[in-house]
C-alpha cells in the first residue's frame, strides 16, 4: 500500500478580512452538507473549517476588546487603543 500523497493546508492567516473568512466557512458548510464529497475530502473540508473559525473567533475577540475599551473610556475622552492579539503583551 502507498501513501497518498497529501498537501497541507496553510494555517489559518489572521490577515484574512473577517467578512471573507466568514463567508469560505459557510461555502465550506454547504460543500459537506452536499453528501457528494468524500470521506477525504470531508476531513479536508473539514481542517480548513477548524481554521477559518479559529480565525473568526480571534477577530471577534479583538473587536471585544476594541468595544469593551472604547466603553471605559467614554467617561473621560473618547479614544480607542489597539488591542493586544493572544500571545501579545497588553500595551495598557
Same mark, same amino acid.
Given at each position: 500500500m502507498s501513501k497518498s500523497a497529501k498537501t497541507a493546508p496553510p494555517e489559518s492567516?489572521? #490577515?484574512v478580512p473577517f467578512e471573507e473568512a466568514l463567508?469560505?466557512?459557510e461555502s465550506i458548510v454547504e460543500a459537506m452538507e452536499s453528501g457528494e464529497l468524500s470521506l477525504e475530502q470531508l476531513l479536508s473540508k473539514f481542517e480548513e473549517? #477548524?481554521?477559518l473559525a479559529r480565525t473568526c473567533q480571534t477577530q471577534l475577540e479583538a473587536a471585544e +476588546?476594541? +468595544?469593551q475599551r472604547l466603553e471605559q473610556?467614554? #467617561?473621560g475622552d473618547l479614544a480607542t487603543r489597539p488591542a493586544a492579539l493572544p500571545g501579545e503583551e497588553a500595551g495598557a
Open positions: 492567516d489572521p #490577515a463567508q469560505k466557512l473549517g #477548524a481554521r +476588546v476594541r +468595544v473610556s467614554l #467617561a
